[in-house]
């Protein structure tokens, strides 16, 4: 359809499905009272009592020396699934305090352990204690029974940080053991990539990534050093493994188009969510990305400012050979996200992503909601432009920045030709 008409549609449905409070919600101050009644009830004799584990958690805080800790939902054992953060968070609609009010309920019983282990035990070897145990959970394909000692009776550490972008955490507590309380179900191929102890990290993700696993339980799997040549086999802190994961796969499907044809119109699209706005151009043209974020005062990415900050990244045909600047790890799972439509479509193009940060957006949730929000910004109806100046002058209507500030800070907008009324 048309890109007035498209942009007039999709502003007119935001405006009715908005669900977001208007104030910031402090529920998950209750959240983290009841938790404290739960770990009282579950906990006996230095015991967690019928602990369930759907994932796991490395730190990346004194590396490489590392706090490594299984996750358990206390109290909600019989539907531990819901805790692992997927996919499938988006689908059910899951809002800020749904996110911090789970990861609340994760209880991060932790040990510290060196990233190799030491040089006594490679990671590679370990199967037993508490760092096997937490293998075995990263590598199951669904949550795990597990027996955690605890050390005496600890005192919770409540901990949801600005800085925990990836995967913020709710309470920890010191492990003393961990066992396993069942034989865990391991799919055929992460076993494979298991025994096979000669196979690179990247080539053992995308052939998870090709037999249908995704990019959550790979970076799962990948955080444990359950992947890797023998010899190289690490703990990956969390957030690394997400950025890690999401830029190699991307880096495979790039090289799936890099012969591919071009798209033949200019197409946008658009998604909402979570207080984040997202328009995607897709222009002909050979493989180029950039990702520009717009962060609102009052936004968890820009608390106390005064004016909207900006940001971008991009990459040209041949792709990144440094970590980006300034879009961290949204860069890579925005990218990815549109990776996987063009490979999907057979096609390459030229990419821009615009992400707008509202206000609403008042607590760090993970990088998980970019990826599926671009994800799913290709679902349904978009709207075409005639050419790529066409469509960006277009969409800027829609944003808190006039063309002139995007073309300062976008090397794809600024190769624009200006009209004096780009600077009005």
Known sequence: MRLDDYIEMEADEAADR????????????????????RFDDAVQDDAVVGSVSPSIFVGRSNYPNVS??????????????????????????VSIDDVFQRRTSLLNSNRSASVDLGHEANVHDAWD???????????????????????GSPELDFDVSRTDVATPTGPRARARSADLGENPHVPKAVKKTLE??????????NYLYRRGFDVYDINTILSAGALGQAEHRRLVPTRWSITAVDDTVGQYLRGTIRDAPSVDTVQVWRNEYLGNAFWVVVAPGRWEFELVEMKAPGSIWNPDGERLWLASDREGFEGRTSYVEETAGAYYASRLAALEQ??????QAKVLVLRHVSDDYWGPVGVWQVREAVRHAFDGDHGEAETFGDAVREVTTQL???????????TMVSGLQANLTDFV
């Open 129 to 151: 204690g508490f760092v096997g145990t937490q293998r075995e959970v990263a590598i199951a394909d669904r949550p795990v029974s597990v027996e955690i000692g605890l050390e």
């Open 342 to 347: 063009l490979s999907e479509m057979g096609r």
């Open 18 to 37: 908005r669900h977001l409070a208007k104030e910031k919600s402090y529920a998950i101050l209750d959240e983290l009272e009841a938790f404290q009644h």
């Open 196 to 205: 096979d102890d000669d196979w690179q990290a990247q080539g053992a993700m």
């Open 68 to 93: 490594t800790g299984i996750l358990s939902p206390v109290g909600h054992e019989d539907d531990a699934a819901r805790f692992e953060t997927s996919a499938a968070w988006y689908e059910e609609g």
């Open 400 to 410: 808190p920045v006039s063309l002139a500030g995007l073309r300062r800070k976008s």
